[in-house]
C-alpha cells in the first residue's frame, strides 16, 4: 500500500493532487486537479458510467474497482466527496449512500485522507452562489480550467467542483503548521524581535 511517484512530468515533492468525486448508482464523476502552490491545474476529469450493470451490487463493484483504479494511477494526496442531498424518495437515498460508502472504501483502503462537502458549499465555493444550477458551476469550470466544451454528462463537472471546492477551503488559508514550535521553526522572520 506504499503511493508510488505518478507520472514524473506531473508532480514534485511541493506539489498535491486531489481526487473529487460526484458519487452516483448510474453515473459517478470524478476529477483530478494538481496544485503547484496556490496554482491549479486540470489532470482530467469524467464519468464512470454503470448504467449497463443491472444489479445493484454489481454497480458498487465497479466503483469500488474505478475508484481504486484511479487512486493507484495518480496517487492523490486528498480525496474529496459531495455528500449525499435529502431527498424524498429513500430507496435512492439508500443506494445513493452506498455508492458514496464504497468510493470511500477504495479510497481509505489505499488510506488516503476523505473530506465530505454538501452540495451547497461545493457551489457557493465555486461560483459564489449555493443555488448554483449545474450548468452554472460547469461553466465557472470552463473558465478556471481553460476547458473548451462543456462535457455531455455534468457529473464530471460536478466532481471537479468538488476537488475545487476542497482546494478553496484547505489549499490556500489552511497552515500545514502543527505547534507553535514548528511554526517559529519554519518562520523565523516572522518573529519580532524584543
Not at 164 to 193: D, I
Request: proline residues 4%.
Amino acid at each position: 500500500m506504499e503511493k508510488k511517484p505518478i507520472k514524473e512530468n506531473l508532480r514534485s515533492e511541493k506539489e498535491r493532487i486531489i481526487l473529487g468525486l460526484d458519487p452516483g448508482t448510474n453515473v459517478m464523476g470524478y476529477g483530478l486537479i494538481l496544485l503547484k502552490g496556490s496554482k491549479l491545474s486540470l489532470i482530467q476529469f469524467g464519468v464512470i458510467n454503470m448504467g449497463k450493470f443491472g444489479a445493484h451490487e454489481m454497480k458498487l463493484k465497479k466503483i469500488f474497482d474505478r475508484v481504486l483504479a484511479l487512486v493507484d494511477e495518480y496517487h492523490p494526496d486528498e480525496v474529496a466527496l459531495e455528500a449525499p442531498f435529502f431527498g424524498k424518495n429513500i430507496q435512492s437515498m439508500l443506494k445513493l449512500g452506498r455508492a458514496q460508502g464504497v468510493a470511500m472504501a477504495a479510497a481509505l483502503y489505499r488510506e488516503v485522507p476523505i473530506t465530505e462537502y454538501a452540495p451547497k458549499k461545493v457551489k457557493q465555493s465555486v461560483t459564489g452562489n449555493g443555488n448554483a444550477s449545474k450548468e452554472q458551476v460547469a461553466r465557472m469550470l470552463m473558465q478556471i480550467f481553460g476547458i473548451k466544451e462543456l462535457p455531455k454528462l455534468l457529473d464530471a463537472t460536478d466532481a471537479l467542483a468538488v476537488a475545487v471546492c476542497h482546494y478553496y477551503q484547505n489549499g490556500v488559508t489552511k497552515s500545514k503548521t502543527k505547534s507553535w514550535e514548528s511554526f517559529v521553526t519554519e518562520n523565523p522572520k516572522r518573529l519580532k524581535a524584543k
